[in-house]
T-cell receptor
Framework: GDSVTQMEGPVTLSEEAFLTINCTYT??????LFWYVQYPGEGLQLLLK?????DKGSNKGFEATYRKETTSFHLEKGSVQVSDSAVYFC????????????FGKGTRLSVIA | GAVVSQHPSWVICKSGTSVKIECRSL??????MFWYRQFPKQSLMLMAT?????????EQGVEKDKFLINHASLTLSTLTVTSAHPEDSSFYIC???????????FGPGTRLTVT
């Protein structure tokens, strides 16, 4: 079945450092890919998404590119802030279908001033 | 964007009692709602999928008699944890979708503690 693998956390960075969180997937066909963010004590918010190969999703300085050849969707940000501290989830689902999102295990990011 | 609410945001109950959690789509009609469970520092585990007006479909290993799900209207789904035990303590998150292929929107979650 479909699955998502994320790099293990936690990740601790200093403010203004470069962030990469790796995500790879296994799926049939051509899924849509997502990054969700969960701030402490809150639910999940969609951060960005990409629906086809070579698409780049971007939001709030974060970006990720759908790489079909490597089945990856790595999350990057050039300069993190303390307010970016949260848990980040990579996810996929199949376009047009009624199946729920499949999530990775999440990566906790802590940014220190 | 679309808003999904959950009530209560946290609840403490005694072992053996039942607890109901509500999930509402506030500004759209949700034909499908999903219930997830999240353990500390872990990912979301899908418990069940419910379509308005029909019985929920439970994931393997989830006790349907323990976790009762009702999706009686296009804006409301409820999860009732029956005869709760301490091992049911967890963070429960609902998600709603307006239709096939539509985006999933998440509620803020409900923290259940069973003493």
């Amino acid at each position: 079945g479909d699955s998502v693998t994320q790099m293990e956390g936690p990740v601790t960075l200093s403010e203004e450092a470069f962030l990469t969180i790796n995500c790879t997937y296994t799926a049939t066909g051509y899924p849509s890919l997502f990054w969700y963010v969960q701030y402490p004590g809150e639910g999940l918010q969609l951060l960005l998404k990409a629906t086809k190969a070579d698409d780049k999703g971007s939001n709030k300085g974060f970006e990720a590119t759908y790489r079909k050849e490597t089945t990856s969707f790595h999350l990057e940000k050039g300069s993190v802030q303390v307010s970016d501290s949260a848990v980040y989830f990579c996810a996929l689902n199949h376009r047009g279908g009624n199946t729920p999102l499949v999530f990775g295990k999440g990566t906790r990011l802590s940014v220190i001033a | 964007g679309a808003v999904v609410s959950q009530h209560p945001s946290w609840v403490i109950c005694k072992s053996g009692t039942s607890v109901k959690i509500e999930c509402r789509s506030l500004d759209f009609q949700a034909t499908t709602m999903f219930w997830y469970r999240q353990f500390p520092k872990q990912s979301l585990m899908l418990m069940a999928t419910s379509n308005e007006g029909s019985k929920a479909t439970y994931e393997q290993g989830v006790e349907k008699d323990k976790f009762l799900i009702n999706h009686a209207s296009l804006t409301l789904s409820t999860l009732t944890v029956t005869s709760a035990h301490p091992e049911d303590s967890s963070f429960y998150i609902c998600s709603a979708r307006a239709g096939q292929g539509a985006e999933q929107y998440f509620g803020p979650g409900t923290r259940l503690t069973v003493t």
